[in-house]
């Protein structure tokens, strides 16, 4: 009776080891960012950002990173497919362009393919940015010179009515 409970007890710690090596986990850095810009008319402005993903498997995955909604066209990957080895983590950039004020939300898809078991899970960092739109100030360098000269002249005379007395 006991070797069979041994017997048992050794095939289920086999069987819940590889159940657990097997199964496929993704973790990400960040998951909601939200973030404020100001912006003028006619400007355009560029935010660089990342997410960072973490592959805490005890085999290597790959991983693609796919924008998705309104940042399709907004966002641009600097690396969006790779391979992420085991217990590891990779910061991965990329840059949102935005010509106009509004209200940015969206997601950046994060797929973690295990290729051995045709397995995959997929999170998303739900990205949102505000842009606020200013005032443009004027690149008026007439009015600091005029006041320069107007107040190099009140010197002069200052200076001119001290010498005659």
Known sequence: MQKREILTSFIFI???TSLVSSTLTASIGSPRMVLYENISAGEKINIKESV?????????VLIE????GI???KIELISNN?????NSEREVFYNIR??????????LIVVFKQESEKKEVALAQDLVVIVNPVEKQSKNILLPI???????????VILKII???
């Open 163 to 165: 010498k005659k007395k």
């Open 14 to 16: 086999i069987l819940m």
């Open 52 to 60: 960072i993903v973490k592959n805490e498997n005890l085999f290597p």
């Open 71 to 73: 940042w399709k066209d």
């Open 65 to 68: 990173v796919t924008p998705t």
């Open 82 to 86: 790779f391979t992420l080895e085991s």
């Open 98 to 107: 935005i010509d106009k004020a509004g209200y940015y939300e969206g997601d």
């Open 146 to 156: 005029v006041v320069g000269v107007i107040g190099i002249l009140i010197i002069l």
